[in-house]
């Protein structure tokens, strides 16, 4: 299993930008595809964006799509998520996740392991 940690979460106003970090240990980070989701208060798990694990192939939800950006070092066992111009309805808890198969896809149910997540603030 790949464990997880998120880090890079805070508060920041409308417009701002913000760097969300998530380290993996455990199962060889490069064998997966790595996703981010996020959940707002009383909102469903939503899919935000993924990379395949060779490729570096990306996807976008059309929320955050030409905002935020999804990379990833296989060599550093790390995924990021850039977060650009960010808007108040960002807000919510972001959460990183390893593909249960190798390859992700935009269904919260094929992620086989969670980090713990990290908030994100967007003030207006």
């Known amino acids: 299993q790949v464990q997880l940690v998120e880090s890079g979460g805070g508060l920041v106003q409308a417009g701002g930008s913000l760097r969300l970090s998530c380290a993996a240990s455990?199962?060889?980070?490069?064998?997966?595809?790595m996703a981010w989701f996020r959940q707002a208060p009383g909102k469903e798990r939503e899919f935000v964006a993924f990379i395949t694990r060779s490729t570096f192939t990306t996807s976008y939800s059309g929320s955050v799509r030409g905002r935020f950006s999804i990379s990833r070092d296989n060599a550093m066992n790390t995924v990021w998520l850039q977060m650009n111009n960010l808007k108040p309805e960002d807000t919510a808890v972001y959460y990183c996740?390893?593909?249960?198969?190798?390859?992700?896809?935009?269904?919260?149910?094929?992620?086989?392991?969670w980090g713990q997540g990290t908030q994100v603030t967007v003030s207006s």
């Open positions: 996740a390893a593909a249960a198969g190798t390859l992700p896809t935009r269904r919260k149910e094929d992620y086989a392991q």
């Open positions: 455990g199962r060889t980070f490069s064998s997966v595809g």
